[in-house]
C-alpha cells in the first residue's frame, strides 16, 4: 500500500503549486488591466494571444482588450509576449 506525502512535505507543496496554476484567458487579462491597472507579464500575454488567434475571443472582448492597453499604457513585457 502506498502512503501519502507528509503535509508540508515538498512533493505536496508542489503538487499544490501545481493545481493553482492555469491558463490566463482573456478575461482574467481585462480584469487585471482595466479593474486593477496591472499588467501582464511575457506568459500571460503569449497565452491571451493565443487564445485570440485561436478564434476563442469574441470581437468585442478583443476590442476592450486593446482599449484597456491603450489607456494603461503596454509594457514592453505584453509587446514581447502578444508578439
Known amino acids: 500500500m502506498t502512503s501519502l506525502p507528509a503535509k508540508g512535505s515538498l512533493l505536496t507543496r508542489f503538487a499544490a503549486h501545481t493545481l493553482q496554476w492555469r491558463v490566463m484567458t482573456i478575461l482574467d487579462a481585462l480584469n487585471r488591466i482595466a479593474n486593477r491597472g496591472e499588467s501582464l507579464a511575457r506568459v500571460e500575454a503569449r497565452e491571451v494571444m493565443k487564445a485570440v488567434l485561436e478564434?476563442?475571443?469574441?470581437?468585442?472582448q478583443i476590442a476592450a482588450l486593446l482599449i484597456a492597453?491603450?489607456?494603461k499604457?503596454?509594457?514592453?513585457?505584453e509587446i514581447v509576449g502578444f508578439r
Not at 478564434?55 to 468585442?60: I, K, V
Not at 499604457?73 to 513585457?77: K, N, P
Open 69 to 71: 492597453l491603450r489607456m
Open 73 to 77: 499604457g503596454e509594457t514592453v513585457e
Open 55 to 60: 478564434g476563442n475571443c469574441a470581437d468585442s
